[in-house]
C-alpha cells in the first residue's frame, strides 16, 4: 500500500511539473540566479536578480532567447519576486494576454513586450524607475496602462503604435519631464483618455505630450470660433471639429487665409457638420489636408461644395454628397482616398479636376435620369490622374447606358446599370439525395449588369454551382444565395430541402457500380444496362471538373491528377439522375 501511495505522489508531481517543461537560465551575470520554465504556454520566471538583455537581429534572422522558437505558443507570463528587471527583447512577439509584474522590479527593457498584440492591459508596479526604448511598442492590443509615480524615465516610441489604447493612468502629481515625445506615437491620443490625479487636470492640458490627450475631468474643448455669418465651429481634445448655426461657410485658402483650426489640421478625425437644412455651402479650401479624416457626412441643404473643400484629404474613403449639392467646385475631393462616389441627380456643374489623382477610385454612381441634365464635363479634367477611367465602374439608371455611353468622358467608364433587385424563380425547393436542379433568376431593371455569384450555406447538404445548378448531396437544409457581382447588397435566396429518395423514385437497377471506392487514382464504372450516359466529376461544392458523354457499359476514368478528398461522381441517363461520393486516397 506504501509503494502504492508513493507512485500515485509521483504521478501527480509529474502530471503538475508538466510533461514538456523546459527550463533555461535567463539571469544577467553569474551573480544572478535567474531561470525561465515554459510549461503548457505559460513562461514563468524566478529567482533572484536582473534577466539577461537579449537580442532579435533582424538580417540575418537571429536571436538568443532561448524561447524564441516558441514565442507563439506562450500566452502566459509570470515574474515571481526577487526578479529586478525584465531584459531587453525578453517577451517580444509573445502571444501573452496578461502579464503579472512584481513589486521589486525596477527596469523594463528595450523591446521587452514588443509586438505582443494580444496582451490588453498592464499595470508598472511602484518600484519601477525606467522604461525602455520600444518597451510595449506595436502591441495594439493593450486597452489600458497605468504608469505609477516611481518612473522617472520612459524613453522613445515605449509606447508607439498602442492603436487599441483607451486609457492611460498616470500617478505624478507634477508631469513627468523625462518622457521621449515620441512615447506614444501614432496611438490616436486625441481618443485615449488620460486619468491624472485629482486637481492635476490643468497642470497636464499645458504639459508636452500630455496635452494631446483627452485629459478625464478637464474641458474637452482646445479653441472655437466663427467660420461665418452665423457660423461657429469648435475643436476638442478628441480630435472632434464641429460646425453648428446655418447659412454660408466662409471660404479660405492655402496661403494667407487658411482656415481657422488650421493648427489642429493633422488632428482632426472626426467631423460634424450642422444638421437640418439651414447649413447651405461648405467654403473653399475648408477641410483641404485633413489627413486623419476617414469619413464625412455632408448635410441635406448644402448647394455647394467649394473649390479644394476636401482636397488632399487622402485618408477619406467615403464621404456622403446630398440629394440638395448643385455645385461641385474645381479640385473639391483632389487627391482623396476615396473608393466610391455617389453624384446626385441636382449637381449641375463639376469644377475642373474635382476628384482629380483620387488614385483608389473603383466605382462612380451617377443618378441622372435625362439625357439634358448629365453634368458636362468634357472640356475637365474632373477625374485626371484617376487611371484607367474603363477600370473604373459608373453606375448609370435604368435605361441609360446607351446615353452615357456617349456623353464625353463619362462614355469612357466601364457603364453598369444600377441594380436594384434580384428575383429567383423559385424561393423553396425540395430535391431529394442525388437529384439535381437549375435555379433561374431575373434582374431588376433588366438591362441591369447580370453578372452574379452563388454560394450554399452548407455544401454538405446541397452544392451550387457558378451556373446556379443545385445539386442535393445529404438530408437536411441550406440556403442558396444568390448575388450581385457589381452590388453584393443585392440577393436572393432559395431555402432548398434534401430528402432521401424513396424506393418508388429508384427504378431498376442503380445507374452504375463504381469501384474501387475510396481509390488512389483508377476509378471504374459499370453500368447495369446499355445506353448513352452523361458522365461528370465535381467538388463537393459544385465546381465541375470533368465532363464526359460514355456509350459502353464498362468505363474507367483515371482521377489520379486529384488531390486527396471527396468528389461527387454525377451520372444521367436522359430520365434519372444519380449522385455518388467518391473518395481519393
Not at 486619468?195 to 482646445?222: C, L, R
Not at 447588397?489 to 432521401?500: F, I, L, M, N, R
Amino acid at each position: 500500500m506504501k509503494n502504492l501511495y508513493s507512485l500515485l505522489f509521483c504521478s501527480l508531481l509529474f502530471a503538475a511539473t508538466g510533461v514538456n517543461a523546459q527550463t533555461w537560465p535567463c539571469g544577467a551575470t553569474g551573480t544572478d540566479n535567474v531561470t525561465a520554465t515554459l510549461t503548457d504556454g505559460t513562461l514563468a520566471v524566478s529567482g533572484t536578480g536582473d534577466m539577461k538583455n537579449f537580442v532579435v537581429a533582424a538580417d540575418p534572422p537571429a536571436s538568443d532567447v532561448p524561447w524564441w522558437d516558441k514565442r507563439a505558443s506562450i500566452t502566459r507570463v509570470t515574474i515571481a519576486a526577487g526578479v529586478t528587471s525584465i531584459g531587453n527583447n525578453a517577451f517580444r512577439e509573445c502571444n501573452i494576454a496578461s502579464v503579472t509584474i512584481p513589486d521589486g522590479v525596477k527596469s523594463i527593457g528595450e523591446y521587452a513586450f514588443r509586438e505582443c498584440t494580444e496582451l490588453t492591459s498592464a499595470t508598472i508596479p511602484g518600484s519601477v524607475t525606467e522604461i525602455g526604448y520600444g518597451a510595449f511598442r506595436y502591441c495594439s492590443g493593450l486597452v489600458s496602462l497605468t504608469i505609477p509615480g516611481s518612473v522617472t524615465s520612459i524613453d522613445g516610441i515605449a509606447f508607439q503604435g498602442c492603436t487599441g489604447l483607451a486609457s492611460v493612468t498616470v500617478k505624478w502629481d507634477t508631469p513627468l519631464d523625462g518622457i521621449s515625445t515620441d512615447a506614444f506615437e501614432n496611438c490616436r491620443t486625441a481618443i485615449v483618455k488620460l486619468i491624472v490625479p485629482q486637481g492635476k487636470e490643468g497642470v497636464y492640458a499645458g504639459s508636452p505630450v500630455w496635452k494631446d490627450f483627452y485629459i478625464e475631468g478637464f474641458s474637452t474643448v482646445q479653441n472655437s470660433g466663427s467660420c461665418g455669418t452665423d457660423l461657429a465651429w469648435e475643436y476638442d481634445m478628441n480630435g472632434t471639429l464641429t460646425i453648428s448655426g446655418y447659412g454660408d461657410m466662409e471660404s479660405y485658402d492655402g496661403e494667407g487665409n487658411p482656415a481657422p483650426w488650421n493648427d489642429f489640421i493633422s488632428k482632426i478625425y472626426t467631423l460634424v457638420l450642422p444638421g437640418g437644412e439651414d447649413f447651405t455651402s461648405i467654403g473653399k479650401y475648408a477641410f483641404a489636408s485633413c489627413t486623419r479624416l476617414t469619413s464625412a457626412t455632408i448635410p441635406n441643404g448644402v448647394t455647394n461644395i467649394g473649390q479644394f473643400a476636401f482636397a488632399y484629404c487622402n485618408g477619406l474613403t467615403a464621404v456622403n454628397i446630398p440629394g440638395s449639392v448643385v455645385s461641385i467646385d474645381g479640385n473639391a475631393f483632389r487627391d482623396c482616398g476615396l473608393t466610391s462616389v455617389i453624384i446626385p441627380g441636382k449637381v449641375k456643374y463639376i469644377g475642373d479636376r474635382a476628384f482629380y489623382n483620387c488614385t483608389k477610385l473603383a466605382s462612380v454612381t451617377v443618378e441622372w435620369t435625362d439625357e439634358d441634365d448629365i453634368a458636362d464635363i468634357s472640356d475637365l479634367n474632373v477625374f485626371g490622374g484617376v487611371g484607367q477611367l474603363s477600370l473604373v465602374r459608373l453606375y448609370v439608371p435604368a435605361g441609360m447606358f446607351n446615353t452615357y455611353k456617349a456623353a464625353p468622358v463619362w462614355g469612357d467608364f466601364n457603364i453598369v446599370v444600377t441594380i436594384t433587385g434580384i428575383i429567383l424563380e423559385k424561393s423553396t425547393l425540395t430535391l431529394t439525395v442525388g437529384k439535381w436542379e437549375d435555379l433561374k433568376y431575373t434582374v431588376e431593371p433588366g438591362d441591369a449588369d447580370k453578372n452574379v455569384t452563388w454560394e450554399s450555406s452548407d455544401n454538405n447538404v446541397a452544392t451550387v454551382s457558378a451556373n446556379g445548378r443545385v445539386t442535393a448531396v445529404n438530408t437536411g437544409s441550406a440556403a442558396i444565395v444568390v448575388k450581385s457581382v457589381n452590388d453584393d447588397t443585392k440577393t436572393a435566396t432559395c431555402a432548398v430541402t434534401v430528402t432521401q429518395a424513396t424506393s418508388a423514385e429508384i427504378i431498376g437497377k442503380p445507374l452504375a457500380r463504381i469501384y474501387p471506392n475510396p481509390t488512389d487514382g483508377l476509378l471504374i464504372l459499370h453500368f447495369g444496362e446499355a445506353g448513352t450516359y452523361g458522365v461528370a466529376i465535381a467538388t463537393v461544392t459544385g465546381a465541375i471538373l470533368l465532363r464526359q458523354t460514355v456509350s459502353d457499359q464498362m468505363k474507367q476514368i483515371d482521377i489520379s491528377s486529384y488531390p486527396v478528398g471527396v468528389y461527387l461522381l454525377l451520372i444521367d441517363d436522359g430520365k434519372r439522375q444519380s449522385v455518388i461520393k467518391i473518395q481519393k486516397k
